[in-house]
């Protein structure tokens, strides 16, 4: 498990962490989301043990990560410029991963070769950006971490590859037990595969919760009410209402089931549950707080 309690990080003055604190748990997919100049790198980097904490606690599995080099050994991560040895081809940085990272292995390395269809001998340099990306992963998932620390991880990569990547690493959590945290701009982009979100906004951790929080706690509904009633009844615990045509949608601040109970004494014609996206609930989620939460998550 992944705890950063209270961490603050200043450069010259300028707060970039600002007693931002989560959870991330063991096995989980963790998407942390943020516009830029949240803090998601300055987080990563604390996590990777390359930034000591000004104040507050950064820990794995119970154990400060700064200046712990066996800790350091099961955490792999993918920066958002990812770094290789100027003249290095594949199978350099290979060598490198594997003599870094105890948990590497030469036959996952092999059969990922089949995924990622590149010639070993090529130059890191000369491929392309997508391309190094692809070689982060292939040796990032080589190396079969406890931790995988992603930041944008899958920009650059085109729309297959990606597909592919993500479905190597929910593979890994599934099979593994590996902890994903991984970094974006854009909430919608990590929908599909986080079990848990948090959002960053000038350092601080806004909220975090975990998917099943957020999909039992708010319901969107399509109703359509009988003949002459127009208006939506207001003991509901509604957080968002439109209409078109007799169809409401009405966003409730509850399960699906209690929603239709509560319904019920207004004899709707139609009451048919449709899946919110997460962008929805976290925008009502954050709805009352006094800034653009449109513009910090999507
Ligand atoms: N080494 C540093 N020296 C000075 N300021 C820094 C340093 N690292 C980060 N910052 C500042 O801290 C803030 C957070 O930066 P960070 O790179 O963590 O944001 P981010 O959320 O990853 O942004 P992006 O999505 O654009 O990558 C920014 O204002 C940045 O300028």
């Known amino acids: 498990m992944i705890r950063v309690n209270n961490l603050t990080k200043t450069f ?36 990777c043990g390359v930034y000591s904490p000004d104040k507050g606690v950064v820990s794995i599995d119970n154990q400060p990560i700064w200046e712990n080099e066996t800790l350091k050994q099961r955490v792999v991560t993918i920066p958002d410029d990812w770094h290789y040895f100027l003249q290095a081809n594949i199978r350099d940085m290979m060598k490198f991963y594997r003599g870094m990272y105890p948990g590497f292995s030469m036959e996952r390395y092999e059969k990922l070769k089949e995924v990622f269809q590149m010639d070993e001998k090529r130059a890191i340099r000369r491929l392309s950006k997508g391309m190094q990306k692809q070689v982060a992963f292939w040796l990032s998932l080589s190396a079969c971490p406890d931790y995988l620390l992603l930041d944008e991880p899958v920009d650059g990569l085109d729309p297959v590859m990606r597909r592919q990547v993500w479905s190597l690493l929910l593979g890994d959590v599934a099979e593994r037990g590996t902890t994903v945290l991984v970094s974006s701009h854009n909430l919608r982009e990590l929908e599909d595969v986080c079990d848990h979100v948090g959002i960053l906004d000038h350092g601080k951790v806004l909220l975090e919760r975990s998917l099943a929080q957020l999909q039992d706690n708010m319901v969107k509904l399509q109703v359509v009410f009988p003949d002459g009633m127009t208006v939506v009844p207001a003991d509901l615990d509604i957080v968002h209402a439109t209409k078109i045509g007799r169809m409401h949608t009405l966003i409730m601040r509850t399960d699906a089931k209690t929603a239709t109970e509560r319904l019920a004494p207004y004899q709707p014609l139609l009451v048919d549950a449709i899946p919110l996206t997460l962008e929805e609930i976290f925008v009502y989620e954050l709805g009352g707080a006094d800034y653009a939460v449109k513009d910090i998550i999507l």
């Open 12 to 47: 010259d003055g300028f707060t970039a962490l600002d007693n931002a604190t989560l959870t991330v748990p063991q096995g989980s997919v963790y998407g942390l989301v943020g516009p830029n100049g949240a803090g998601k790198s300055t987080l990563l980097r604390h996590l």
